[in-house]
Structures are given as structure tokens and as C-alpha cells.
Nanobody, 125 residues
Framework: QVQLVESGGGFVQPGGSLRLSCAAS????????AGWFRQAPGKEREGVLC????????YSTDSAKGRFTISRDNAKNTLYLQMNSLKPEDTAVYYC??????????????????WGQGTQVTVSS
């Protein structure tokens, strides 16, 4: 059974950091493209970062450039999102997703077919 479980969300002050984890089970995560998305209250879901299979390709949206990093620990079958210099506008539910076995990726939800349940990130003073 394919499953993605996010963790690591929480409350952080502006300028702080968080690392989100996405543990995969039922498949080998690094063989598939994967991504992080977020959805703020009253807004549509948006892509943040994605990574292709084999970890040779990553894509950052403007909201993530210079502050967020995507990575994988293949031994743990886990995807990470390191978030630094957090801003109040980063407040959202963050989701991880797994897509096709492709070396490239796009930050579009329709590219992915397996999703986690989400983890809340709140940035506030």
C-alpha cells in the first residue's frame, strides 16, 4: 500500500526554520519524482519545490528560491523540506506528493498521484 506521511510542522516565529519530513512506504521513493505543495487558508494549493527521480533535477518556485531546499534520504525512504527565513505568508498546510518515474518534475498538482495528509506550518510572532 502506497503511503506518504508528513511530519515536522508546527509554530515558528518569523525568521525561524523548520524541516518537514515525508516518510514513504509501499514503494521506493527515489525512483519517482516528488514534490512539496502548500495550501494557505482561502487560497489554492501551490507548488513549492520538486525533485526528479535519481535526485539529479530539482525545481524551485519563486516562493521557495533562496530559502527552501528539497532533499531525500534514500536509506530512510524519506523526503525533506528544509525551510529557512520563514515569513508569515509561509503559513499553510504543507503536503508531499509522489509522481511518475521521471527524472524531471513540475510543481503542478496534476503531475502527482500520491499525496500525504498534510502538516500545518504557522509562522507568527
Amino acid at each position: 500500500q502506497v503511503q506518504l506521511v508528513e511530519s515536522g510542522g508546527g509554530f515558528v516565529q518569523p525568521g525561524g526554520s523548520l524541516r518537514l519530513s515525508c516518510a514513504a512506504s509501499g514503494f521506493t521513493l527515489d525512483r519517482y519524482a516528488a514534490g512539496w505543495f502548500r495550501q494557505a487558508p482561502g487560497k489554492e494549493r501551490e507548488g513549492v519545490l520538486c525533485i526528479g527521480s535519481g535526485d539529479g533535477y530539482t525545481y524551485s518556485t519563486d516562493s521557495a528560491k533562496g530559502r527552501f531546499t528539497i532533499s531525500r534520504d534514500n536509506a530512510k525512504n524519506t523526503l525533506y523540506l528544509q525551510m529557512n527565513s520563514l515569513k508569515p505568508e509561509d503559513t499553510a498546510v504543507y503536503y508531499c506528493a509522489a509522481g511518475p518515474r521521471q527524472r524531471m518534475c513540475v510543481p503542478e498538482g496534476t503531475f502527482y498521484n500520491s499525496w500525504g495528509q498534510g502538516t500545518q506550518v504557522t509562522v507568527s510572532s
